[in-house]
């Protein structure tokens, strides 16, 4: 008989009349204080903490294992019949709080005795949940695996957007749960969004091969501490693509700009010029700097941007880090919008894409960048695609975008066919 996947949580609070789990790694204190504002305090998926820089909470791991119906259950309920996992739910600048004691924060304090047991006689395995971000480097993996070695925790799983580290004792799970939120939001669009605009995306019968557009390409770029991001910028400069598209370059980087772009072009010069340009707005006109980083992404669509522009260059979060691809809803927006696109994220992206089942622009567009692991060579790859797609006239571009129309629709519609997609599919056959 297959065992039942299960998962343990220590600590429960009443609402409504139903007993509901508290988030795992939570301080007793702090466990008190969200009892006492129950009535306050949104408890369907999250707590954060008031009083400190930390916090665990209830995400998008909680909602779809309670969508797919795991049973969750107490440190008294642990038997014999069950996989029993402890969910750790973080984010990419939280996992350090696993490993790092805070002021009047130590993780293993917040471990029960009986769960302490459990998890060192290996009868429950430590799940560190973070389905959204990219995977923690490989340091931070072996420091988490080090930690847990010397606590006497030998089973430890990581389920994140992608897989950097394999070479490690604990068990690396991804997740593209970007593709399953993306199709899902296709049935609730139009609807207003975050930044006060009606968000809806391209769809079939918005196409008119009569109506030539009006720009060749689509950009989307907001932090800007990322050498790759940085390096479209200097590629719009440099190529004059800036009356060409819509770009956004939003967020000024934290680090020298000089020196983060050196990591991906040899060319330092327009590094003055980019700083001089940021921000450079499509849809946040209206708001304040700070403001630019603060905004949630994943559901503005600005659709009038897409019917006038052909070809979308995605900018991932991710471009010159080893492993498996990071996808998040950037790689989904051109297909949902009925558009090409070259994809600059991490190598063999495009080799996941279309084992999803979703076609890409080769021979057309030339691919091959794909497959270069070196990030500057693959960059330069790429920039040469750019330029070839920018010397067309646009009424060439307009003829080959409705020649591969078909493609174009066979991507949106299969993009849909994923809303009952199950992101906890590889967790639920360990």
Known sequence: ??????????????????????????????????????????????????????????????????????????????????????????????????????????????????????????????????????????????????????????????????????????????????????????????????LGYESDFVRIEDLNDLTQRTKKFICWNRYMNRPHRLGLCYLALKHNLLDDGFFSFLYSPEDNTKDLLARIVDDDSYAEKIDSLLPYQLDTHHLEYEELGRFFTVTNNKKELYLDSYLHIVSETEFDQPGTPFMSEKTWRPILNLQPFIHVGNTLALNKIKELGFKTF??????????????RKRFQLIEREIVKFNNLSLEEIHNWYYSIKDRLIHNQKHLHSFKNFNPLKELCQI
């Open 362 to 375: 080769h021979p057309f567009i030339d691919e091959s960048y794909d497959l270069e692991v070196d990030p």
């Open 1 to 194: 008989m297959d065992r039942i996947l299960k998962l343990v949580y220590s600590n429960w609070y009443e609402i409504d009349n139903e007993l509901r789990p508290f988030p795992n790694g939570l301080t007793k204190e702090f466990r008190e204080w969200a009892s006492s504002h129950l009535k306050e305090i949104d408890t369907r998926y999250f707590f954060n903490d008031p009083t400190s820089t930390y916090y665990f909470r209830h995400s998008n791991f909680f909602y779809h294992s309670a969508r797919e119906n795991i049973p969750m259950v107490s440190d008294d309920e642990i038997d014999e019949e069950g996989t029993y996992l402890f969910p750790i739910e973080i984010e990419c600048n939280t996992v350090h709080y696993i490993t790092d004691t805070q002021p009047n924060y130590n993780f293993i304090e917040t471990l029960s005795p009986k769960m302490l047991g459990h998890l060192r006689s290996g009868k429950v395995s430590i799940l560190l949940a973070n389905m959204i971000d990219p995977s923690a480097n490989p340091e931070t993996i072996k420091k988490i695996e080090k930690f847990f070695n010397e606590q006497g925790i030998k089973k430890v799983i990581m389920m994140q957007g992608n897989i950097k580290e394999r070479n490690s004792s604990i068990q690396m799970l991804e997740s593209v749960i970007s593709l399953y939120q993306t199709a899902n939001e296709m049935d609730k669009y139009p609807y207003p969004t975050a």
